[in-house]
């Protein structure tokens, strides 16, 4: 009865979808007519209305729906959204502004001139737009205003300029600042929270821990890693258009002539394409830079974008006249003077000295006079045609827009999952022959289908929710969330083109003038939307270049995790070890060094540990041999073993599936109601289905290779056996390391132990100036300074037995033990003088030769090239399958 009740709420989602109603009221519509109308028959029919739910009742999942929505929006962590108005308004405050306008003029005077010119300028100047405004609806229609007449008027084939149009005005979709990439973050954020806990659960049931290494785990993706992660993905995009449209325009010169320039390439037009060009581009720039550097969230940059277009538009509306820039003048001085304040002076008012105020006046200057600004040019925005006014209200709708379809889509979602819609998907794709990339194939021809019917915001809060924690989870791809975001986000940009319901379609239909046939609009959309599937393609074969940017910079950040984190080891070690390979020599040498130095005249135990520090160091070469041969091992078993495990693993979970259906009938069987009208035809077919499980459990275990138990427990202990060399490697670097520090810590406190030496040879004489319980108090003191200093410890314990001495007795009787421990001290000061001439600059010099490299682990932080390696490394999916 679960099926039927989903299919009821499918069916009932599509119809009112297709009747017209606004899918903020549709989605949970559905959603609540569903729900009540299961509970009504379960209420009627079985007694029960929780009867007809895979489980829970009706008031649990209604209540879900609410409660998805407050983890939205309440949840202090997950402040993603509030991006969403930020960039909304700076979008449609550039568009209405007539910025677009300007840089369609200067760029196609710029490009005309070249066969395909005025397609290429179109492509360009929807890349920029996409970079500042990301609203699609408004650049394709600015373009098929400004773009589309040109074109026609110099003899470009229909299809071609409206395609070009239509496929440009679409790069908002993927190009950040994006609201798309945004959505999708934010749904990819709690997708990524389920895939975890379901990777834990399979790790579990495979392992029999209850906890999973952390490197096993998903990789998240915030808005800014999405925003990184779809650069060079919009940037290929970019780059296929043009190559089209310039082969095009080669192969068949009369689709794409070129359009001379009648005016002068002159310092007049100069200073117009770069007043139409500058501006966007330092917009673009501000915007992403300061995510990519981490010196903004993105919700920062979104209210940088957002005052950065006020200001653009600003100078903009109200036209050539005098004092048009003096805002933009005043805002950019402003920001450049707090700059070179903040770089040069500590601006925190609480750690202000006396003398010291005069940067902070003039920091709070330059803050009064850019505030000024910004509001000198809301100002001139809102006495202009009322601009600011009709910006506003544009963004709060638009906003309204996403926010409503989202509390929809969560209500609609905890539908899905409450007649089993999710374990039925998961059951789906699962048992879908071909592994990971034949699931995610369907799913992404499923969300291409969708996009035939269906706009972006509907797909990304429905049917991603569903199917990203399923492909987050699956160990045999480990793709990270920033690249399922991405090719989600680039799938869904084909939903403006595709008919007969693609937006971007009717908004060029709509503007286009009526020599413009509808099938001209689709005919040229084709050929588009076959470079977003090979450009997917080429993103999708290749992770790196979704996933480097977003790695490099978290590595190269200043909250990048140190070098020891586990979850760097396994691409931070390959890096080391190569290094070692080509570096043998020199350490080695290094190391002999260290080693002959004379240490004669230093304790015992120091000679001991500087040998120890040495030994150590001349074993970590071996040890890395052994963790090579190791993982060599094991690599060379998994050759043949894959197949056995994948095989043998897929058994057991039908087995594991079998059992929960199992669990499932009995409860069903519990709960039946025997005083129901058919219960007992009821009863008897589900013990039928009962008796016939146990059947198939054990047919499934015999079809489990003989094999499987013994290559199992061999593949375990060769795994464990490279562990126990990965363990054995860390431990010895981290211990020698720890070692050598230590010991240069320890000399470089001689100078400071040698300043005791006037108080101590005079300690005699100032103790008998004073009563017992004065010299007490005054011994106590000094061995405490003393010993406060790692190089002190043993005139310190040597003062602690005087002091005790003193105190039991007088200072007859502690004299000798004083004498002892000055004598001791002494003794202490003069070896370790000695050291710190000649052994102290041998250590610092071989510390810093191991530093990045025996000594990494204990850095703070990796050198930007080895940061580097290691992110690229972590760039591409790994198969992780055999743990689990």
């Not at 056995?644 to 069987?669: D, P, S, W």
């Not at 720890?738 to 810590?745: G, K, P, Q």
Request: proline share 5%; net charge neutral.
């Amino acid at each position: 009865m679960e099926l039927l009740f989903l299919l009821i709420l499918l069916l009932l989602m599509v119809v009112s979808l297709g009747c017209g109603f606004p899918v903020a009221f549709a989605l949970p519509g559905s959603a609540i007519l569903a729900i009540g109308l299961a509970a009504l028959c379960g209420y009627l029919f079985a007694g029960d209305a929780s009867a007809y739910f895979a489980e829970g009742g009706p008031v649990q999942w209604l209540s879900a729906g609410i409660t998805n929505f407050r983890s939205l929006y309440w949840d202090v962590e997950r402040d993603t959204l509030i991006a969403v108005p930020l960039f909304i308004f700076m979008g449609i405050m550039l568009q209405r502004s007539k910025i677009a306008e300007d840089l369609l003029v200067a760029m196609s005077r710029l490009f005309g001139p070249i066969p395909g010119g005025l397609g290429i300028s179109v492509i360009i100047v929807g890349a920029l737009l996409a970079a500042t405004t990301g609203i699609v609806g408004a650049t394709v229609i600015a373009m098929g205003l400004i773009s589309l007449p040109a074109m026609l008027r110099n003899n470009y084939s229909k299809p071609l300029a409206t395609g070009t149009i239509c496929a440009s005005g679409t790069l908002g979709q993927i190009i950040p600042p994006s609201i798309v990439l945004i959505i999708l973050a934010d749904q990819l954020a709690n997708a990524a929270s389920q895939a975890s806990n379901l990777r834990k659960e399979m790790y579990r049931n495979a392992t029999g821990e209850f906890t999973m290494p952390s490197h096993l785990d998903i990789t998240s993706a915030s808005a800014g890693d999405m925003f990184m992660g779809a650069m060079i993905p919009g940037l290929i995009l970019v780059g296929l258009y043009i190559i089209y449209m310039l082969v095009n325009a080669l192969l068949k010169p009369e689709s794409a002539p070129p359009v001379p320039y009648e005016g002068k390439y002159d310092r007049d037009f100069a200073k117009k394409v770069a007043l139409a060009l500058l501006p966007p581009l330092t917009l673009i720039f501000v915007v992403l830079g300061s995510i990519i550097a981490g010196v903004a969230t993105v919700n920062q940059a979104g209210a940088i974008g957002a005052v950065g277009a006020l200001i653009m538009g600003s100078y903009r509306l109200v036209g050539k006249r005098k004092g048009q820039f003096y805002p933009a003048i005043i805002a950019i001085s402003s920001v450049v003077i707090l700059g070179v304040l903040v770089s040069l002076f500590d601006l925190n008012v609480r750690d202000i000295q006396p003398g010291e105020g005069l940067p902070i006046v003039l920091a709070a200057l330059a803050a009064m006079a850019l505030l000024g600004a910004v509001g000198w040019s809301i100002y001139r925005v809102y006495k202009v045609e009322n601009i600011l006014t009709d910006v506003m209200r544009e963004t709060a709708v638009t906003t309204c827009m996403v926010f409503i379809i989202m509390i929809g889509a969560a209500m609609l979602t905890s539908a899905f999952r409450a007649f089993g819609g999710e374990e039925l998907v998961k059951h789906f794709l699962q048992g879908i022959p071909g592994g990971f990339w034949m699931q995610f194939a369907v799913v992404m021809l499923v969300i291409f289908l969708l996009g035939f019917f269906l706009d972006y915001i509907e797909i990304a809060v429905v049917v991603v929710p569903i199917v990203a924690p399923i492909l987050l989870a699956d160990p045999s791809a480990n793709i990270t969330a920033v690249w399922l975001g991405v090719m989600i986000s680039m799938n869904l940009q084909t939903s403006f083109l595709t008919p007969p319901f693609g937006f971007a379609l009717f908004y060029l239909r709509g503007v286009a003038p009526k020599i413009i046939k509808t099938l001209d609009i689709y005919k040229g959309a084709v050929i588009f939307i076959c470079l977003q599937i090979v450009a997917m393609v080429i993103v999708g074969f290749s992770p790196k270049l979704t996933n480097y940017f977003p790695a490099r910079s978290h590595l190269l950040s200043d909250t990048a995790p140190p070098p020891m984190n586990p979850n760097l080891q396994a691409c931070l070690e390959p890096v080391l070890f190569d290094y070692y390979s080509e570096n043998e020599g020199p350490l080695r040498q290094a190391i002999q060094t260290l080693a002959s130095t004379p240490v004669a005249y230093l304790p015992i135990d120091t000679q001991h540990g500087i040998s120890e520090i040495a030994a150590q160091s001349s074993k970590t070469f071996e040890l890395v041999a052994n963790v090579r041969s190791a993982e060599q091992q094991r690599i060379a078993f998994e050759s043949d073993y894959y197949a056995l495990h994948t095989q043998a693993r897929f058994i057991q979970r039908q087995i594991a599936k079998l059992t929960n259906q199992q669990e499932e009938l009995g409860q069903r069987l519990r709960r039946l109601d025997p005083n129901e009208a058919g219960s007992e035809a009821t009863k008897a077919r589900l013990n039928q289905q009962l008796q016939q499980i146990p059947a198939q459990i054990e047919q499934l275990q015999h079809l489990i290779p003989a094999q499987w138990e013994a290559e199992y427990k061999a593949y375990q202990g060769l795994q464990n056996d490279e562990k126990k060399a990965r363990f054995a490697y860390r431990n010895n670097v981290d211990g020698l390391y720890d070692s050598l520090n230590r010991l240069i810590t320890e000399l470089s406190a001689t100078e400071q132990l040698a300043a005791f030496a006037p108080r101590l040879d005079t300690l005699t004489q100032s103790l008998t100036a004073l009563d017992k319980a004065d010299a007490y108090d005054f011994t106590y003191a000094l061995e405490k300074e003393i010993g406060d200093l790692d190089a002190g410890y043993p005139t310190k314990s040597a003062l602690s037995k005087a002091r005790r001495k003193l105190k039991k007795g007088g200072l007859d009787d502690a004299q000798p033990l004083l004498d002892e421990a000055i004598a001791l001290y002494h003794q202490e000061l003069n070896w370790r003088q000695q050291a710190q001439r000649e052994l102290l600059p041998q250590l610092q010099a071989f510390e810093a030769q191991i530093r990045f490299n025996m000594g990494l682990r204990q850095q703070p932080h990796m050198l930007p090239e080895q940061a580097k390696a290691v992110a690229s490394c972590q760039s591409v999916h790994k198969d992780i399958s055999l743990n689990f």
